[in-house]
């Protein structure tokens, strides 16, 4: 196995999580609020991330808390915020085409505060991957859809955005598992105040939106972003951006499985740009700036603060 195929196959483990979750989502919406679900999805994943970093071993003091902290502002506290209400007032499909925008904002802040150089086939396979993107979600329902929601939407993901960077420029100071349970700690802390003060449908919730929120906290929360928080380690902002825009073919796979759903020509054919993509992304890794990745720490094995820390 490559050096670059481990990392590849966690953000392509992060992809299908995140991708299952927007059908996990949109139901869970359904019966609940936007606040309701920050709270939820927020909460189950820094349970279930704080349980098994201290069983593991790897919930310590941090000098590099207030790091930490920023990567939870962004996302998820920020990021889940705006996505969630931008979503229940526009359409699935409009969502799944602005979130394919995260990975052209992820690059363009990575040469920028990052000073990394993709090179030609890195920035075709961006052209690729939005176009793909675009394509997967363009055979979807477009009743609903609105333009406060999707201004909401595009907030969420230039968020994001800001979240991959900041990711892998913290990327190797602690255990993976260490900073997402720091990162969801602290985001839990932050949208707790929201949650509680938001208009809430929990008391009437039915039992299937209920299990469809704990289960958005466990796929598209506490899995994606430790897969994420891994691989991010040696693998640049870039080329994860890229890759992440496998997100919209397997929300289109999960809506055909647990929803029915079948996908068009269209569809098909937007997955194919962005298996191109991917292809170019693997033929050139973009080097940051200092040419070097960051050393991978162990479990057991916390990384002396640097002066890189934000």
């Known amino acids: 196995m490559s050096a670059l195929a481990r990392p590849q196959l966690l953000l392509i483990g992060a992809s299908v999580s995140w991708g299952t979750s927007t059908v996990t989502s949109k139901y869970a919406l359904e019966g609940l609020t936007a606040t309701d679900l920050l709270g939820i999805e927020v909460g189950v994943a820094a349970v279930l991330l704080i349980g098994a970093a201290a069983a593991t071993g790897n919930l310590r003091p941090s000098s590099h808390w207030r790091a930490y902290a920023l990567l939870a502002f962004f996302e998820p506290a920020l990021t889940f915020a705006l996505f969630n209400v931008g979503l229940a007032h526009t359409s699935a499909t409009d969502a799944a085409l602005l979130v394919s925008l995260e990975s052209v904002f992820a690059v363009l802040l ?38 406060g929601g999707n201004l909401l939407v595009i907030a969420g993901v230039l968020a994001a955005s800001v979240y991959v960077v900041l990711a892998r420029k913290v990327a190797g100071r602690e255990a993976a598992l260490t900073v997402t349970a720091y990162q969801f ?22 039992a299937g939106h209920l299990a469809a929120g704990l289960g958005t906290g466990v796929v598209g ?12 380690r040696t693998i640049t902002a870039s080329r994860a951006a890229i890759t992440l825009n496998l997100i919209p073919v397997f929300g289109v796979l999960a809506a055909f499985v647990l929803l029915g759903e079948r996908p068009g020509l269209a569809q098909l054919a937007g997955g194919a740009l962005i298996l191109m993509a991917l292809g170019l992304v693997d033929r050139q890794a973009p080097s940051a700036g200092s040419g070097r990745r960051p050393r991978r720490v162990s479990s057991a094995e916390p990384r002396s603060a640097t002066s890189g820390q934000p």
């Open 110 to 147: 990575a040469i920028a505060l990052l000073h990394e150089h993709p090179g030609a086939f890195v920035f075709g396979a961006a052209v690729l991957g939005v176009g793909g993107a675009a394509l997967v979600s363009s055979g979807g329902d477009m009743n609903g859809a609105s333009l």
């Open 185 to 206: 700690g602290v985001a839990f802390l932050m949208v707790l105040p929201v949650a509680l003060a938001g208009h809430s449908h929990l008391a009437h919730a039915g």
């Open 221 to 232: 929360s506490a899995v994606p972003f430790l897969l994420y928080n891994l691989a991010v």
